[in-house]
């Protein structure tokens, strides 16, 4: 299997999960001495060539996107697409099907890379994640220095996924037959608040934590000045107003593939305490 993005917040796991299933797993690397180690192969995304032979051999592919255009992407996927025989795609929720005009996630690639995958005729699956459980390192340095989390939309009720589980399902749509054509929303099993989601971290930290309710246009500044484009931002902030008065569902589809249930927000605290103490 190639792994692209293999030190990524879900390919670390996704390379893991393989390699303790006994599966051969080469990951891509654009750095030429981590290439000549086991288990690397050097290419580049955006270097077809590179990215063909990487891939030759590979039966599957993993597959990220961590620019924030579709360009070079149709050269990327139709490399992949003449290499290996299936593709697992990252994508996003953000990703709406739109009738009559195919993925659609106005300012983001996800929808555009679906759209050149199903072009393709590459067999590949498409996971949907919501937001990782993982964010919630934003929060770390404050609750480290302070104890308080000062942000916008502490009662959003999110359903944030374990990157863990995502990458289990990547795996079993990489290693089994049944999965080709999916889109996968992928969600954990509840949707606490944000401001929930500090507490649940405090107790498992074992520290007392709060959540401090900050105006939305101060939560835009200091996402632009974090380097958010203002489309983007707005866009955020618009999803986080909105999940105040309907709460993010949680969907079964981590159980349904892989025949366990999903882990908890707090499962996740739990496992990452270390990093808010």
């Known amino acids: 299997m190639l792994v692209i993005g293999a030190s990524g917040t879900v390919g670390r796991h996704v390379t893991r999960q393989l390699t303790e299933a006994g599966t051969h797993v ?66 996003s929720a953000a990703v709406r099907d739109v009738p009559g005009a195919g993925p659609q996630s106005p300012g983001r690639p ?24 993982a964010n919630a390192l934003r929060w770390a340095e404050e609750i480290r220095t302070g104890g ?28 089994e037959d049944g999965h080709d054509g999916a889109r996968y929303v992928l969600t954990g099993p509840e949707s606490p608040t944000q401001a929930e989601q500090v507490r649940i971290i405090g ?40 999940r105040i008065a309907e709460p993010e569902p949680a969907t079964t589809t981590v159980r349904d593939v892989t025949d366990r249930p999903a882990r908890s927000f707090r499962t996740w605290a739990t496992d990452h305490a270390a990093l808010f103490r």
Do not use: N
Request: no cysteine; charged share 25%; aromatic share 6%.
């Open 26 to 91: 080469r990951a891509l690397t654009r750095q030429a001495d981590r290439a000549r180690q086991e288990g690397f192969r050097q290419g580049d995304l955006l270097d077809p060539a590179s990215l063909r032979a990487a891939a030759r051999g590979a039966g599957a592919a993993f597959l990220t996107w961590p620019f924030p255009t579709t360009e070079g992407a149709a050269e990327a996927v139709a490399a992949l697409a003449g290499e290996v025989g299936r593709v697992v795609f990252l994508s």
């Open 110 to 133: 996800d929808g555009g890379i679906e759209a050149l995958l199903a072009d393709s005729g590459v067999r590949h699956t498409v996971l949907r994640p919501h937001g990782f459980a």
């Open 148 to 175: 308080v989390v000062r942000g916008y939309g502490g009662a959003a009720g999110l359903s944030p996924v374990d990157e863990r589980d995502i990458a289990a399902v990547a795996v079993r749509a990489l290693v």
């Open 203 to 242: 107790e498992a930290a074992g520290r007392l934590l709060r959540w401090e309710e900050i105006p939305r246009e101060a939560a835009r500044q200091r996402m632009l000045t974090t380097g958010w484009p203002p489309a983007i931002a707005d866009g955020a902030l618009d999803f986080i107003h909105a």
